[in-house]
Nanobody
Framework: EVQLVESGGGLVQAGGSLRLSCAASGFTFDDYAIGWFRQGPGKEREGVVCLSERADSTWYTDSIKGRFTISTDNTKTTLYLQMNSLKPEDTAVYYC????????????????????????WGQGTQVTVSS
């Protein structure tokens, strides 16, 4: 069974750090576009950072540049999101998602994935940043 499971969320004070993990089972990230998305209270789900090995490119949304870093492990079965200098506006449910590469750039993947109803999604992990 193909599955993505996030972990690592929690409550942290502003300025703190968290590291989210997303474990894949039933597949590896080879030839998949992958990324982290979030949905804050009353907001639409948005792409935060996405990675395409085929395009050899990573895209970060402006609000998290310089603070968040995406990475994978050597087996390409775990995706990470290192979040530093957290702000209250980063409060959201964070999701990982993956879909087979189709030649799109990671920016496009980040922007369209929440609306396509395709690929694989995790169940989400809550991140709460207190001021």
């Amino acid at each position: 069974e193909v599955q993505l499971v996030e972990s690592g969320g929690g409550l942290v004070q502003a300025g703190g750090s968290l590291r989210l993990s997303c474990a894949a089972s039933g597949f590896t990230f080879d030839d998949y576009a992958i990324g982290w998305f979030r949905q804050g209270p009353g907001k639409e789900r948005e792409g935060v950072v996405c990675l395409s090995e085929r395009a050899d490119s990573t895209w970060y949304t402006d609000s998290i540049k310089g603070r968040f870093t995406i990475s994978t492990d050597n087996t390409k079965t775990t995706l990470y999101l290192q979040m530093n200098s957290l702000k209250p506006e980063d409060t959201a449910v964070y999701y990982c998602a993956a879909d087979r590469e189709d030649g799109s750039l990671p920016r496009s993947f980040c922007r369209t994935m929440p609306y396509l109803g395709v690929g694989h999604w995790g169940q989400g992990t809550q991140v709460t940043v207190s001021s």
